[in-house]
């Protein structure tokens, strides 16, 4: 009777494995062909909008902060207009490509960069950061998009790096 338990509990613990290392993955996956086909049931899936709203906010405005204190004044309604412009899928695509995860090309059309580094790292067990950049960027340029799980699924509730508060920058 002991042995097929063993066996069980085993089973249990790898199909669990696979799938914390794969759910994130297929987060990731699905949070791209949002973006990239402007899907709005993906998005909706896989991005907690009000957590993601919150952190954007506060993550700009830290960062204005440290520019000057008239930019962190003048700063507030930018950062909110900007935090609205972000939640989209023209917004995130924005993000993406401020990463270094598309390259822009000719005649408006942007094309996917195949040198682009993409790692994950697992936090803990419900926090998984993945981290895109440029192979030819420094690793701490690198965008970190942190997805938490809720449930069984994993949604996208933080952007952040060192590129994104140039996000709002015209030049």
Do not use: C, K, N
């Not at 509990?9 to 290392?21: N, Q, R, S």
């Not at 993955?25 to 990239?36: M, P, T």
């Not at 960062?63 to 700063?75: C, F, I, K, V």
């Amino acid at each position: 009777m002991g042995r097929p338990f063993r066996w069980l509990l085993l089973g249990a613990v790898l199909l669990t494995g696979i799938w914390y290392v794969y759910a994130p993955r297929r987060a990731w996956d699905r949070f791209l062909d949002g973006v990239v086909f402007a899907q709005e049931g993906d998005l909706q899936a896989t991005v907690d909008f009000p957590t993601l709203r919150d952190h954007l906010r506060r993550d700009l405005r830290a960062g204005l902060a440290r520019q000057s204190s008239l930019a962190a004044t003048a700063g507030g309604a930018l950062v909110d207009q900007l935090v609205g412009q972000v939640m989209t899928p023209q917004g995130f695509a924005s993000v993406v490509t401020a990463f270094g995860m598309r390259t822009p090309g000719t005649a408006d059309r942007d094309t996917l960069d195949a040198r682009t580094v993409t790692s994950f790292r697992y936090r803990g067990p419900s926090t998984v950061d993945v981290r895109i950049r440029a192979a030819s960027a420094d690793p701490q340029d690198a965008g970190v998009f942190t997805f938490t799980r809720q449930g069984l699924q994993w949604r996208l509730t933080r952007i952040w790096g060192s590129s994104l508060t140039r996000l709002g920058d015209s030049s």
